[in-house]
């Protein structure tokens, strides 16, 4: 799976950055039938999470109304140098995670 | 395609019967991308990297172009390398004349040619995962650069094949695609701009697919809506359209992986 993170390379200590998410998934509804009239089972994200540091600063849950490959963006405040660590899980086992590294000065 | 996109044609077809219809080819320092009657928020989407979901596809492209298959045991990368050397400037000048098959392919096509003669694997399906994902890194190569589309004198007489359909009413509603897309490109049909057909962005990721599509998934889009039977997708005439298309919009710009509503 392939996932597209746009976290600032560099800050300064204080400022409010921006962070962009793209994850690709298909977010099955769950509400729809094939030709034949089969259900199509559900098959979402349901949880997104952000560390800086380990620390959480970010968490969203997910539904089926959501758009596939879904874009998340959220802002934070940059404190720190260190790693942003991206997770995210949902239906049948799914489960991705992604680093993206600040330098603060 | 949605039930009220069907009604919005017919009463379309209903319009075009009017004798004012025959406006003729769009002049060529009047052609626009698609790009151009998107909403802003859509255009954004496009031109920022980290926010166009078409390059998850280049991404999973690239993932697949150093992936060795087949009897041959060989992946892309064993013969064309790195693909941002290789890969420039090629999907600009698709479909081309294939020697052997005396005849033009579309990149898709050209991509499962050497999946089967180089790679000996079985061909990727049409619209799968892989082949969209194949010829999105591909087409990306080639953003930004002029579409060189038809330019060789061999691929003349397609050329004209393909103008030919594009030219030839259709279907049950009785439209070609030259009435919408040369003489009624400025208007809108259903909250839809039409626009003027403009292969620019292929492979692109469509909204309301939720997903990359190829140009033939387009033009699949546009026959069944004219209520006409839409050809298969290795029909020569198919290939015809796709290559008129791409000399239609001959040095307009590569947008590849673009955004659509």
């Not at chain 1, 799976?1 to 690709?24: C, F, H, W």
């Not at chain 2, 395609?1 to 919005?8: D, H, K, L, N, P």
């Not at chain 2, 594009?166 to 049950?172: I, V």
Request: charged share 20%; with cysteine.
């Amino acid at each position: 799976m392939a996932a597209l993170i746009n976290v600032p390379a560099t800050a300064k200590r204080g400022d409010v950055i921006e962070i962009k998410t793209l994850m690709s998934h298909i977010m099955e509804t769950g509400f729809r039938h094939t030709v034949t009239g089969a259900a199509i089972p559900r098959d979402i994200i349901t949880d997104f999470s952000c560390r800086y540091n380990g620390v959480e600063v970010f968490r969203a849950e997910l539904f089926p109304a959501f758009s596939a490959n879904p874009f998340i963006t959220f802002f934070t405040v940059a404190t720190e140098s260190g790693v942003f660590e991206f997770r995210w899980s949902g239906d049948n086992g799914f489960y991705e995670a992604v680093t993206a590294n600040i330098v603060v000065t | 395609m949605s039930v009220s996109r069907f009604i919005a044609a017919a009463i379309l077809a209903t319009a075009l019967i009017l004798p004012h219809a025959d406006a003729g080819e769009v002049a060529f320092s009047e052609r626009r991308s698609g790009s151009t009657f998107m909403a802003p928020e859509t255009q954004a989407m496009q031109s920022n990297d980290t926010a166009n979901p078409g390059m998850l596809g280049v991404l999973d492209g690239a993932t697949l172009w150093g992936k060795t298959i087949g009897a041959a045991e060989k992946s892309c990368a064993s013969c064309h390398n790195d693909a941002s050397t290789s890969m420039s400037g090629v999907a600009a000048r698709y479909p081309a004349f294939d020697d052997t098959l005396k005849r033009p392919v579309d990149l898709e096509q050209r991509v499962n040619l050497c999946r089967v003669d180089h790679q000996r694997a079985p061909p990727l399906a049409y619209e799968s995962r892989e082949l969209l994902a194949l010829t999105a890194l591909i087409g990306r190569q080639s953003r930004g650069l002029p579409i060189a589309g038809g330019t060789d004198p061999r691929l003349t007489p397609f050329v004209d094949k393909g103008r030919a359909t594009f030219m030839r009413r259709q279907g049950q509603l009785n439209l070609a695609c030259t009435n919408c897309h040369d003489d009624n490109w400025y208007k809108r049909l259903a909250g839809s701009a039409i626009t003027q057909a403009h292969p620019t962005g292929y492979p692109l990721y469509r909204l309301e697919w939720q997903g990359l599509g190829s140009l033939q998934r387009r033009l699949r889009n546009c026959m069944v809506g004219m209520r006409a039977q839409p050809y298969d997708a290795d029909a020569p005439e198919m290939v015809e359209l796709e290559l008129y298309l791409m000399s239609r919009a001959r040095g307009m710009p590569i947008e590849t992986p673009a955004v659509r509503p």
